[in-house]
């Protein structure tokens, strides 16, 4: 599973593509495959997700693991989940054009910021990106009631 680090101001050009970071594209592992992605709006953000297409097959092998066709509520969820659901293609020049349709959902106009948070890629409006920057005080209480019961050298 790729890693992805960082977090990279870039535009949406005048075709509306959106040149992939070089970073980013030197973190992919030589395994996954590196011109297939998939995106999506996020769940809980107001935000994209761009999955690289084996970490896509990997959430994917989670729900199904998780799910029973044959139960209406699962059925809603996956409906959900994959609504507005699109693959895209870096091209030879390391553009993704992300279909309009997607970035009107989350208010992306024109300036963005791509972050990495772990095997997926966050895709935000700069604006929106830099107004939900947590106060320090209370992100050191959010790390210390996500890691703080845990012993770190157990997890070595």
């Not at 208010?107 to 107004?131: C, F, H, P, R, T």
């Not at 959010?142 to 890691?147: F, H, Q, R, V």
Request: charged share 30%; proline share 3%; net charge negative.
């Amino acid at each position: 599973m790729t890693t992805f680090i960082g977090d990279y101001p870039c535009k949406l050009d005048v075709k509306e593509r959106l040149l992939f970071p070089a970073a980013f594209k030197k973190q992919m592992s030589a395994a996954s495959v590196q011109d297939r992605f998939v995106v999506k709006k996020d769940i809980y953000e107001k935000c994209l997700i761009i999955y690289p297409m084996d970490e896509w097959d990997r959430q994917m092998s989670i729900i199904r693991s998780k799910i029973n066709p044959y139960n209406k509520e699962h059925n809603r969820f996956i409906r959900e989940f994959s609504r507005g659901v699109a693959e895209i293609i870096l091209d030879s020049n390391n553009r993704l054009l992300v279909p309009r349709r997607l970035l009107d959902l989350v208010g992306i106009e024109k300036e963005v910021v791509l972050a990495g948070q772990m095997g997926k890629i966050e895709m935000w409006d700069k604006n929106v990106y830099e107004s939900i920057r947590e106060n320090e005080d209370d992100f050191a209480a959010l790390a210390e009631k996500i890691l703080g019961g845990s012993n770190i050298d157990e997890q070595s």
